[in-house]
């Protein structure tokens, strides 16, 4: 392929085929995956409907003009096994329906059961990593001497949008379960860290000579294992513990003072370690200052930077920062995309959870077999079993919910108790 065919204009088709899988993969599925977690009636119409959209983007994505691709690009390469795994879904799906339960099919459901979970969760996942690849592939990205730093970039910066995603659905969900499972939050925070620094430390250097790069991720790496692990002794029997918040803020101040080759490099750079420093410093002050009354204001900001952060590392790449220059977009402007980006994301995140607690079973709707979808999640806030809000006028409501199937027994004792 030669390099007019690349910089041809990307045309309608192709335009079309970008949409149609943007929204199949990062609205529609994520929208159906949280309905199948509720256990709501709508979580097969809306699945379909993401099928059809993927579909439909398929042959766009093969029968465009304009701007060619190499055949070796990631984007078409990893292309088959986000197929495969989508109708394998299909599939299981359509038999789980079908309620077959004698003979051999029970011991075959549950398992299906099981896949069927496990490759839901995960397909938004594979859906954002198929994403990211057509960016690359489009811009024509990663390629030869570029693929180290690029994966450097985009593998760390997704790091760090997935943790912010985590702590949100951590403090929205998942408080009433840390409770009962005797953990708190830092625990699961440092044995992340702990495994992402073993990762970081033995894939960021290659070759036989130690690059100020090379020196510096991994260095960082070794931070990351180690106080992870301070950080996983630490927060044994629920106890909290500042070392993960103490990790982001070295972090944050190492990239903060990461020189670059070039100006726009370095300030975006340092405007990545200064919000990593932020995040840092609103979890410490949240650790170590506030009451549980005042934590959730402040809890929300700490995974926005996260996210933001992710944003900003992502978008720090070689090739990245070559277009900035090119175009002549200044850093602020730049990051300020960024920053509307991470808040979309933040919202949509929330939206999803809200969604959660407002479908299928969360909201009272009827519902078939028992195990015809997904087994239910456990329920979030400070207790397992309640929720509350303030009615409109004033007065504080209480709302019931239960739990999962398996925890009809203790709810029912609750409500006798009530």
Not at 279 to 305: D, H
């Amino acid at each position: 392929m030669n390099d007019e065919a690349f910089q041809a204009p990307i045309d309608g088709i192709l335009l079309a085929h970008i949409a149609f899988m943007f929204l199949a993969f990062g609205i529609i599925y994520p929208t159906g995956m949280v309905l199948a977690l509720s256990r709501s009636r709508w979580h097969v119409p809306v699945q379909i409907i993401g099928s059809i959209f993927t579909t439909i983007g398929y042959f766009l994505g093969h029968g465009h003009g304009g701007r060619e691709f190499p055949g070796d690009n990631i984007h078409s390469l990893f292309a088959p096994f986000l197929i495969y795994a989508l109708m394998c879904q299909v599939g299981i799906g359509a038999y789980l329906k079908l309620h077959l339960t004698s003979g051999p099919n029970k011991w075959f459901r549950p398992i299906l059961t099981k896949v069927h979970k496990i490759v839901g969760i995960f397909m938004p996942i594979l859906g954002y990593v198929q994403m990211v690849f057509g960016v690359i592939t489009s811009c024509g990205w990663c390629r030869g001497e570029n693929v180290g730093q690029c994966l450097a970039h985009f593998i760390m910066g997704s790091s760090f949008i997935g943790y912010g995603i985590f702590l949100i659905l951590m403090l929205r969900l998942a408080s009433g379960w840390l409770q009962r499972k005797g953990k708190s939050q830092d625990y699961f925070d440092s044995w992340i860290i702990m495994a992402w620094g073993f990762v970081n430390t033995f894939t960021e250097h290659r070759g036989n000579v130690w690059s100020h790069r090379d020196l510096q991720h991994t260095s960082l790496g070794i931070l990351w294992w180690a106080g992870g692990t301070v950080g996983v002794y630490l927060s044994r029997n629920g106890k909290r513990n500042i070392m993960p918040a103490l990790i982001i803020l070295f972090t944050g101040y190492a990239m903060s003072s990461h020189a670059q080759s070039s100006e726009i490099s370095t300030k975006i750079h340092a405007m990545f370690g200064y919000v990593l420093m932020s995040a840092s410093l609103v979890r410490l002050v949240e650790i170590g200052f506030l009451s549980e009354k005042t934590l959730v204001p402040l809890n929300y900001l700490g995974p926005y930077m996260l996210i933001f952060a992710g944003l900003l590392f992502m978008g720090a790449n070689i090739e990245q920062i070559a277009s900035l220059t090119q175009l002549g977009i200044d850093p602020f402007s730049y990051a300020l995309v960024l920053a509307s980006t991470a808040f979309l994301i933040f919202f949509y995140t929330n939206v999803l959870i809200d969604l959660y607690w407002r479908s299928g079973q969360n909201d009272g709707e009827p519902i078939g077999n028992n195990d015809d979808i997904i087994a239910h999640m456990p329920l979030p806030l400070t207790d397992p079993h309640t929720s509350s809000s303030i009615s409109e006028d004033g007065h504080e409501v209480l709302f019931q919910r239960a739990k999962s199937n398996d925890d009809d027994y203790e709810f029912h004792n609750l409500l006798n108790k009530a």
